[in-house]
């Protein structure tokens, strides 16, 4: 069996005939992407431009029970692309703000100290409904309640320690993803396995 590597560079002519003769899925694939890709900057539009972004943030109990691997696995093998990841240390000023809606709850005191006790990892993800993708893995707010196969039914047992924060609604994502990073810290790729994720028509 014949096992070939190219370099996708945007040559799609070049990668066609290339893969009549060694006739690789990886081949025709490419060309595909490189002629789908052409055509889309053509028309003015490109794969992925009809994408949503959402924000997750790996909470510090998440950090500190070494869960962080298995977390992001789930969202990458789910297909959401990583445009944004970095960790770093909340404080009181900064939730007050993401949790506005529970600043005069009676718990808000005990949420700041659970969300300021290490550093967190706040992640930005791309995909194709993104928003309600991530919160559907995600599930219900308190952990014990959460579907299991959701990432909280599956780590957690608390409804304050429930191991991620996922953005509720596209508008709230755009809000919470410029709070968290800034705009050269997002970064606008897309994976060569893009065609492997979506159909061209959902692109
Ligand atoms: N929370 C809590 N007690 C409650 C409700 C919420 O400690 O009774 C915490 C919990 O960590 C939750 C966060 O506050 O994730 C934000 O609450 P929200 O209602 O926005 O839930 P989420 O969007 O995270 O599911
Ligand atoms: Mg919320």
Do not use: W
């Amino acid at each position: 069996m014949r096992t070939s590597i190219v370099l996708y560079c945007g040559m799609p002519r070049a990668l066609t005939c290339i893969s009549h003769y060694l006739n690789t899925d990886f081949f025709v694939f490419c060309s595909k992407m490189a002629n789908f890709e052409s055509k889309s900057k053509k028309k003015g539009t490109f794969p992925g431009s009809n994408m949503e972004q959402t924000l997750v943030i790996l909470k510090p109990s998440t950090i500190r029970r070494f869960l962080v691997g298995d977390v992001l696995t789930r969202f990458q093998h789910k297909g959401l692309i990583i445009s944004g990841i970095k960790m770093m240390q909340l404080d009181e000023t900064i939730l007050r703000e993401h949790y506005a809606h529970l600043v005069d709850r009676p718990f808000f005191p005990d949420l700041v100290e659970s969300m300021t006790a290490t550093p967190v990892i706040v992640v930005c993800l791309k995909g194709k409904d993104a928003v309600a993708v991530v919160r559907a893995m995600t599930g219900s707010t308190n952990s014990r309640n959460a579907a299991p196969g959701t990432i909280r039914g599956d780590f957690g047992m608390s409804g304050q320690e429930n191991i991620v924060h996922a953005s509720d609604s596209p508008e709230n994502a755009a809000v919470e993803i410029k709070r968290f990073f800034h705009p050269d810290e997002i970064f606008d790729y897309l994976p060569c396995a893009l065609r492997l994720l979506y159909a061209p028509d959902e692109l």
